[in-house]
Antibody, heavy 117, light 112 residues
Framework: EVQLVESGGGLVQPGRSLKLSCAAS????????MAWVRQAPTKGLEWVAY????????YYRDSVKGRFTISRDNAKSTLYLQMDSLRSEDTATYYC??????????WGQGTLVTVSS | DVVMTQTPVSLPVSLGGQASISCRSS???????????LHWYLQKPGQSPQLLIY???NRFSGVPDRFSGSGSGTDFTLKISRVEPEDLGDYYC?????????FGSGTKLEIK
């Protein structure tokens, strides 16, 4: 059974940093592109970042480019999102997802990030 | 960015009835490889999104055949027949043909 378990969310002040993790199991993690998708409270879904199987290719939405870094450790089957210079508009539940020709097929349960002073 | 215009915003339906959701893109979603990467998701209250339909018309594993997807180019539709209580929630379309990937703004399916 595919499982994606996010962690690392919490309350953080504007301008500070936070690192999210996503532990994968039940599939060969190194064979899958991965992504982070977020959802602000009561709002819709928004793609954040994407990484290739080996980590050599990464893509970001413009609003997080230069502040967020997506990475992965295939030996640990874990996906990361380093978030720096956080803003109030980054407040959201962050989901990790697998990326394939089926789109974002499998999702974690999400981790809530709240940016507030 | 590709804008995904999803309608209606809210869709009241009777149990056992039929529902139809539209998703239109601001540019063609046909990839250079010939595939169209338009997908549909359901997010039930308090849950993560779940994949229903991938690449326009393919049902994901375990999705009942009451759900069907159609369309091409820039115009796509999700249909739900014989609506059941478990179908209630927010529906989203997603395009993954062009970066940045973009979602529709969502349709709330609720009981009439």
């Amino acid at each position: 059974e595919v499982q994606l378990v996010e962690s690392g969310g919490g309350l953080v002040q504007p301008g500070r940093s936070l690192k999210l993790s996503c532990a994968a199991s039940g599939f060969t993690f190194s064979n899958y592109y991965m992504a982070w998708v977020r959802q602000a409270p009561t709002k819709g879904l928004e793609w954040v970042a994407y990484i290739s199987t080996g980590g050599g290719s990464t893509y970001y939405r413009d609003s997080v480019k230069g502040r967020f870094t997506i990475s992965r450790d295939n030996a640990k089957s874990t996906l990361y999102l380093q978030m720096d210079s956080l803003r109030s508009e980054d407040t959201a539940t962050y989901y990790c997802t697998t990326v394939e020709i089926k789109g974002f097929a499998y999702w974690g349960q999400g981790t809530l990030v709240t940016v507030s002073s | 960015d590709v804008v995904m215009t999803q309608t209606p915003v809210s869709l009241p339906v009777s149990l056992g009835g039929q529902a139809s959701i539209s998703c239109r893109s601001s540019q063609s979603l046909v990839h250079s490889n010939g595939n169209t990467y338009l997908h549909w998701y359901l997010q039930k209250p308090g849950q993560s999104p779940q994949l229903l339909i991938y690449r326009v018309s393919n049902r994901f594993s375990g999705v009942p055949d009451r759900f069907s997807g159609s369309g091409s180019g820039t115009d796509f539709t999700l249909k739900i027949s014989r609506v059941e209580p478990e179908d209630l929630g927010d529906y989203y379309c997603l395009q993954s043909t062009h970066f940045p990937f973009t979602f529709g703004s969502g349709t709330k399916l609720e009981i009439k």
